[in-house]
């Protein structure tokens, strides 16, 4: 099973950008879809973005379209998440999860620990 380990969490004023990356240090991820996904205070965990093995295909939920956009090295056995003009509904933990090519959380067998994202000012 793939180990996966979330970082570049912070705090970022509103407009601004972070990028996320999630390393595997144990197991390989070009076998294998990656997704990103978050959890805000009292809401459940919700998809963020995916993309297929060989980084073909890619996927971002709706509220992070155009903003945000996913992408993987498979020679350094890394997923990335940039994320620019960040907005306080972004606030959450962001975990990376590696599985099956899909928006649904249960496709995924592998998950990081997360890693905090804060946007405000």
């Known amino acids: 099973q793939v180990q996966l380990v979330e970082f570049g969490g912070g705090l970022v004023l509103p407009g601004g950008s972070l990028r996320l990356s999630c390393a595997a240090s144990r197991g390989i991820i070009s076998n294998h879809a990656m997704g990103w996904f978050r959890q805000a205070p009292g809401k459940e965990r919700e998809f963020v973005a995916a993309i297929s093995g060989s980084g073909g295909f890619s996927h971002h939920a709706d509220s992070v379209k155009g903003r945000f956009t996913i992408s993987r090295d498979n020679a350094k056995n890394t997923v990335y998440l940039q994320m620019n003009s960040l907005k306080p509904e972004d606030t959450g933990v962001y975990y990376c999860?590696?599985?099956?090519?899909?928006?649904?959380?249960?496709?995924?067998?592998?998950w990081g620990q997360g890693t905090q994202v804060t946007v405000s000012s």
């Open positions: 999860a590696s599985g099956r090519y899909s928006y649904r959380s249960n496709e995924y067998d592998s």
